[in-house]
T-cell receptor
Framework: GAVVSQHPSWVICKSGTSVKIECRSL??????MFWYRQFPKQSLMLMAT?????????EQGVEKDKFLINHASLTLSTLTVTSAHPEDSSFYIC?????????????FGPGTRLLVL | AQSVTQLDSHVSVSEGTPVLLRCNYS??????LFWYVQHPNKGLQLLLK??????LVKGINGFEAEFKKSETSFHLTKPSAHMSDAAEYFC???????????FGKGTLLTVNP
């Protein structure tokens, strides 16, 4: 089946630094990828939609200058948390849309846990 | 607009007994519906999906779900729970041209020995 990887799986950083998270579709091409944030014991909150070769579309309340998204190829999207602060600590999950034929399905990465000290 | 309501935040069953996780949805479009499972500190795994074909959908690990348009429901069932089924389950709806997923709040399934 379709596999999506994320790197790193865990990151600890100091407040004020920037962190880049990669999301890759390993065996299919993904014109659209999505970035989610999940707080403990809560559901996933969509942050932004990433389209290959164009600017990301951010959900209301998500700061685009803080969460930079780049989707440079059909298999890679990156999320950079700029000037991270402790409140940015969370579980970040990406998904990639596999749009073969009419059966479009999103496949999720394993997530990246970010801890900002 | 679309929304998902998972009717139970926590379901507890004994091993070997049936599982029922309830989900109701609303959508302005002909929806696609999914169930995903998340084990602790892990990403989400697709269990099954409904995309306007057969209303009874069979998924992995013995799970299945029935799409009932008249009741706007998509409940997840399994005849016999296994300890490894203990996890968080999300009912998800997709619709419209932007392919966005709308998640339910999740149901935590506990399986007792």
């Amino acid at each position: 089946g379709a596999v999506v990887s994320q790197h790193p799986s865990w990151v600890i950083c100091k407040s004020g630094t920037s962190v880049k998270i990669e999301c890759r579709s390993l065996d299919f091409q993904a014109t659209t990828m999505f970035w989610y944030r999940q707080f403990p014991k809560q559901s996933l909150m969509l942050m932004a939609t990433s389209n290959e070769g164009s600017k990301a579309t951010y959900e209301q309340g998500v700061e685009k200058d803080k969460f930079l998204i780049n989707h440079a190829s059909l298999t890679l999207s990156t999320l950079t948390v700029t000037s991270a602060h402790p409140e940015d600590s969370s579980f970040y999950i990406c998904s990639a849309r596999d749009a073969v034929g009419l059966q479009e399905t999103q496949y999720f990465g394993p997530g990246t846990r970010l801890l900002v000290l | 607009a679309q929304s998902v309501t998972q009717l139970d935040s926590h379901v507890s069953v004994s091993e070997g007994t049936p599982v029922l996780l309830r989900c109701n949805y609303s959508s302005s479009y002909s929806p696609s519906l999914f169930w995903y499972v998340q084990h602790p500190n892990k990403g989400l795994q697709l269990l099954l999906k409904y995309t306007s074909a057969a209303t009874l959908v069979k998924g992995i690990n013995g799970f299945e779900a029935e799409f009932k348009k008249s009741e706007t429901s998509f409940h997840l069932t399994k005849p016999s729970a296994h300890m490894s089924d203990a996890a968080e389950y999300f009912c998800v709806v997709s619709g419209g041209s932007n392919y966005k997923l709308t998640f339910g709040k999740g149901t935590l399934l506990t399986v007792n020995p």
